[in-house]
T-cell receptor, first 115, second 110 residues
Framework: DGGITQSPKYLFRKEGQNVTLSCEQNLNHDAMYWYRQDPGQGLRLIYY???????QKGDIAEGYSVSREKKESFPLTVTSAQKNPTAFYLC??????????????FGQGTRLTVV | RKEVEQDPGPFNVPEGATVAFNCTYSNSASQSFFWYRQDCRKEPKLLMS???SGNEDGRFTAQLNRASQYISLLIRDSKLSDSATYLCVVNAGGYQKVTFGIGTKLQVIP
């Protein structure tokens, strides 16, 4: 079955450490996104990529980095520069376009906790 | 002005009630529109797409008003299981990002 997979589901990080969250999709989607969600809050865009080897900063990119070396993969690194990284991280993918069928599909999310 | 705006609620409604949510968007060139549902501590899931002519799926009706740049979601005969956060999503088309609203929280009360 096609889908989008995030791993791990839960992640604990010590202060000062970098961690990388995995996101893989086999939907053949060009566009991929990373969002952060804090308790009781909406989704905030961290980074997005519309095509391999290209990505753009979203609204809250500071302290995060991404790469898009393959169409299927869009890993997110939470660096030590991110001062408040504890949150729910969601990866999504979509087909960019102007017709129906351009909805975004989400992975199940990764809960990151700084200990 | 935010790209996509929603009233965060919460909307507390009794079972069986009809409830409506609106969502406004700022980019007049936006091409596609969706409503997502998000349960607590879960990922958002597509509830329904919103078509220019309006569309219905059981108790749910979605409408698009391009002139006023808003979309709406109507839920009839609310069930306890409808309690969730409803996210408005706008896709500007082409190589532009998908934009999510903050979400509207619905609580259906017995």
């Amino acid at each position: 079955d096609g889908g989008i997979t995030q791993s791990p589901k839960y992640l604990f990080r010590k202060e000062g450490q970098n961690v990388t969250l995995s996101c893989e999709q086999n939907l053949n989607h060009d566009a991929m996104y990373w969002y952060r969600q804090d308790p009781g809050q909406g989704l905030r865009l961290i980074y997005y990529s519309q095509i391999v080897n290209d990505f753009q900063k979203g609204d809250i990119a500071e302290g995060y980095s991404v790469s898009r070396e393959k169409k299927e993969s869009f890993p997110l690194t939470v660096t030590s520069a991110q001062k408040n990284p504890t949150a729910f991280y969601l990866c999504a993918s979509s087909i960019p376009g102007d017709s129906s069928g351009t909805e975004a599909f989400f992975g199940q999310g990764t809960r990151l906790t700084v200990v | 002005r935010k790209e996509v705006e929603q009233d965060p609620g919460p909307f507390n409604v009794p079972e069986g009630a009809t409830v409506a949510f609106n969502c406004t968007y700022s980019n007049s060139a936006s091409q596609s529109f969706f409503w997502y549902r998000q349960d607590c501590r879960k990922e958002p899931k597509l509830l329904m797409s919103v078509y220019s002519s309006g569309n219905e799926d059981g108790r749910f009706t979605a409408q698009l008003n391009r002139a006023s740049q808003y979309i709406s979601l109507l839920i009839r005969d609310s069930k306890l299981s409808d309690s969730a956060t409803y996210l408005c999503v706008v896709n500007a088309g082409g190589y532009q990002k998908v934009t999510f609203g903050i979400g509207t929280k619905l609580q259906v009360i017995p």
